[in-house]
Structures are given as C-alpha cells and as structure tokens.
C-alpha cells in the first residue's frame, strides 16, 4: 500500500513537471528521500516477517514431533481382544508380537482363529473366534478313531486305548510305558494338557514329530556322510537321543570321543611275531618282519651289527666287487596312513663326519619309485620324499643309496632299504 502511494506521488509530479509550478508538487530530492525511507521500511518488515516465518517452522516441526511420539506410544498395543461366550483367552499382553489364545469350555467348539497375533499394523492376526455348541454327534467330534455317544444335554466319545481326552485328542501316556529309555521315540514334555505341539519338548536328541511324538534324530544320517559335518573319524552308529562313534581293530576310541588313536600292537605285547622276527608297529595293525643281510657272494659278505643293520666284512681292496659293495645296509619301516598329503618328508639319511668332498643320494631299486623322490636337504643328510598320494592298504618298498665322492672318486656307499605300511584307514 505504502508502495503504491509513492508511485502515484511520483507519477503525479513528474507528468505535473513541466505544466505545473515547482512548489505544487514534491522536489525531487523530496521524492528521493522518501523512497529511500521507504526502502528502509520494507526491509525491516521483510526482515520481522522471515524472522516470524522461521519461527512458524520451528513450532510446527516440533509440535509433529510429538504427535508422532504421542502415536506411536499410544498405540504399540493392539485393540483390547474379549474372551469368547463360553471360553477363555490366554495371555494378557496386546503388545506388538504377542500372541493371544482362545479355548472353548466342553461341549464346545472353537471355530474362527485359536491363536491371534498383534501385528506390526496395530491389528490382530486371524478372526475373533466364537465357541459353537457341540450338542450331538453329527459333526464327528470324535478324533482318532473314537466312538461318538449322545445323552440328552451333550455327547461323549468313547476312546480306543490309546487315546483319552474328550475328543479323544490326546495320546494315553500308558501306551509309553512299554517304550523303554532306549527307544527312539517319546513321549513329549507337555507344560499343559493340551496337546499343542509348541507347548511340548523333548529330551536332548529329540525331535517333535507329528505333534505328538518325540523321534530320535539320526545325528549319523544327518552328519556322516558329508567331509566337512563328519561326526566320527570312522564309523558313527545311532542311539536314542545321541550317537557313539567306533572305531575299526586296532584303534581305541580316544577320549574325546571321536577321534581313533592307533593302538601300539608291538608294545602291548598284543602281536604273535615269532621269535626272530621285529614286531612293527603300523595305522590298524601290526607287521612282523625279518631283516635279512645279503647272501656272500664273490668277494664280499655282510653281517649283523644290530637288528636293523647290516655291515660288510672287510674285504680285498683292490678287488673292484669289493669297492662297488655297500659298506652298510640298513632298514627301515614307516607306518604311514592312507592318502596323506603330499610332498611328504618320509625319511631322512645323513652321516655322522663327511669323508670325501660331497654326497649323492639316488634311488636304486623299489616298486614304489613313481611315488618317491630323493633330494639333498644340507651338507650332511638327504630325504625321501612322498610326492603323490597313495590310498591304502598298500606296501611300498624303495632302496636308496647314499654314496661318498672325494673328487668324483666313490669312497664308499650306504643303502637304506625302506618299506612304507600304508593302512586302510586315513588316520
Ligand atoms: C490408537 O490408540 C487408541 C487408544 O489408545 C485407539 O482408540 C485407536 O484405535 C488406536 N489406533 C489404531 C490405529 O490402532
Ligand atoms: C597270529 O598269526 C597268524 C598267522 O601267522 C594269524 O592267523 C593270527 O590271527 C595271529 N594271531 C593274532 C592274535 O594276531
Ligand atoms: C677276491 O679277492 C681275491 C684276493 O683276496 C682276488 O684275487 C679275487 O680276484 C677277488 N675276486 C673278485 C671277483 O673280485
Ligand atoms: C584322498 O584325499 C582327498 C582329499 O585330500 C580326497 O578328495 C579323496 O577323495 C581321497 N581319496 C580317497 C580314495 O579316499
């Protein structure tokens, strides 16, 4: 309004201007100011006006805030639910995620939703039920096989034996007697006679099955046949409500129950080796072996320095039988379980004090070379190594030969005669 006054004046003065005295109408430095003045007015009126706005905002967010809060406090809780005409309802609480139930006294029947659940919307899963009137036998109250009887106000079933209840619903307890503590179903822990499967529980190993019965689960079914969930190193038999674990002849069921440790036949004096023979120790077993020194033949001959070894006499030194002869023969015999990872170090061989300038190690002789290979591991000593899996049961017999170079010239050489006893079981 101010604005358009000043217009006018303004208007007014310069058509005015050149008809009209000078002092009719406002000097131009009069108009200037004015709308200067003006100006500053509509600025400060701008300025209480934003400052008001805000305000407005301000009050309008924090008022729906709290209806917000106010909302959602009130109503986390879902409509007060009644009893039915004629049956109760179980459980109090109309909170989110609560469940009510509803029952119906004798003679009467639930129809509509036994239980109700609160839902995140604020309303009641399921339909209010109602408890109908069971007057007669037309509507086959009777489950399981029980007989419907009527009399003048209501009906009755007549159970078979091993049901009970007034619809013959529930099964007879006595009919579990006869089931034994190591039978693989029973009888469900009930907190209330209904028989709700989710009021029931079962002994650990248990399963509820069919609402009613406590099944044993087959934890070895379950478990055993894959690698990664295998319960049993070995075989997993089934009991009532848990499992045992065995082992196979010649293995002891460790403490933890499911690990087989090898039993030392050898040590145990549990073997029948005869005399004269070694008694070794395998995975599942023992093997009873005789070392035996090679036979003389042209000019050298070895003899026994002790159980596992062979020496070779002396000899004439010129005689070249004589230097391409071992100066000792030893033996070796490594239990070993089936299908091991490789590579695998099997065996080492080393000498005491070097004699010469180097050593060579090379297998000589064996029916199990495609599996093994031989390196230098330092100055003094060599390895057998496992270089592809083998599955057992299988014996594998490798000679290896340990020779003694001074300036590529041999000083003399040792063999090691090995025998891997690979068992039938990986562990
Ligand atoms: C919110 O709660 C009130 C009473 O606390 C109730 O009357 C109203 O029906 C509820 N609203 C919803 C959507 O449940
Ligand atoms: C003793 O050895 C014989 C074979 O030489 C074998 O048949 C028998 O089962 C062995 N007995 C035991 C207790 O290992
Ligand atoms: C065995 O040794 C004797 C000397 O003691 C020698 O004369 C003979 O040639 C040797 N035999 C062989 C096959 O080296
Ligand atoms: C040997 O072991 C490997 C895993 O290390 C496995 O995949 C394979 O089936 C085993 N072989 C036998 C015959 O058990």
Redesign the pocket.
Known sequence: MWLLVVQALVALCVLHLPLSSTQDCLSKHQVLSTIQQMQKLLSTQEAIQLQGMRNLKKQLTVLQSNVHKQATKRNDSCPHLTAPLNGRKLGEKATVGHEVHFLCEAGFRLVGSESRTCLQDRTWSGQQPFCQTISNCASSPCANGGTCVEDVRRFSCLCPGSWSGSNCQTPISSSWVTLSTSSFSRQPRCTDARPRSHHCTCDPGFQLRAGSVCQDVDECQLFQASWQTRLCVHDCVNVPGSYHCVCPQGYLLHADQNMCTDVDECTDNQHNCSHGELCVNVFGGYRCVRPKCPQPRLNTSYVKTSVYQCERNPCPMNSRACRLAANSISFHYLPLQ??R?VPRVLFKMSTTHLVGDSLRFAIVDGRGQGVFAVQRSDRHSGELILTS?V?GPATLEVELEMSKLARKVLLGKHIFRVTAFISQY?F
Do not use: C, Y
């Open positions: 089936s299908n990872t899996p599955v990986e």
